[in-house]
């Protein structure tokens, strides 16, 4: 059984400090992988989603790297900044068409302290 | 860019009362879900549609129903609440095409709570 964890379950830093966010999945044979942000009281905002091929995905100041093999996959965030504090969600498909084999990490909540 | 838009944002429900969750998305996705995200405790899917007619349940689907007439809406019934039933619950969607990634898309949520 597909299983994803993230951790560490709250980070604080200060701002400017570059970050790195871990999600690790049990099973590696996973379609893809999507990063998630969602504020207070709010939805969920995608961020980047890595297929299985692909090694990373960036955004901006945002890069998200993928290792099957290892079950692993990490957000880093660049200079961080306090518009950057939300709780960071990592989410994996399993299978193209496996419509509800997606499975949430409960995910990082992230502080930037100005 | 409307994308995936739910009403209402909040509702307070007494046990026994029943309520529809509307969901609706513009971007002709071909599949939408309905997930309860309960604190610690992650998303949890309720129910999910391939398309218009055809639903299916998720991993956690007792107490609801949901219906797809259309392409655009997909509404989550809760037929007599139960305070378990309070949480936050949020539709999504997605197009999902041999090729095509799949990417999720969220409504900003709906928090129910029943007293």
């Known amino acids: 059984k597909q299983e994803v964890t993230q951790i560490p379950a709250a980070l604080s830093v200060p701002e400017g400090e570059n970050l790195v966010l871990n999600c690790s999945f049990t099973d590696s044979a996973i379609y893809n992988l999507q990063w998630f942000r969602q504020d207070p009281g709010k939805g969920l905002t995608s961020l980047l989603l890595i297929q299985s091929s692909q090694r990373e995905q960036t955004s901006g100041r945002l890069n998200a790297s993928l290792d099957k093999s290892s079950g692993r996959s990490t957000l880093y965030i660049a200079a961080s900044q306090p518009g950057d504090s939300a709780t960071y969600l990592c989410a994996v498909k399993i299978g193209e068409t496996s419509y509800d084999k997606v499975i949430f990490g409960p995910g990082t909540s992230l502080s930037v302290i100005p | 860019n409307a994308g995936v838009t739910q009403t209402p944002k909040f509702r307070i429900l007494k046990i026994g009362q029943s309520m529809t969750l509307q969901c609706t998305q513009d971007?002709?996705?071909?599949?939408m879900y309905w997930y309860r995200q309960d604190p610690g405790m992650g998303l949890k899917l309720i129910y999910y549609s391939v398309g218009a007619g055809i639903t299916d349940k998720g991993e956690v689907p007792n107490g609801y129903n949901v219906s797809r007439s259309t392409t655009e809406d997909f509404p989550l019934r809760l037929e007599l609440a139960a305070p378990s039933q309070t949480s936050v619950y949020f539709c999504a969607s997605s197009y999902l095409r041999r090729g095509n990634t799949g990417e999720l898309f969220f409504g900003e949520g709906s928090r129910l709570t029943v007293l």
């Open positions: 971007m002709n996705h071909n599949y």
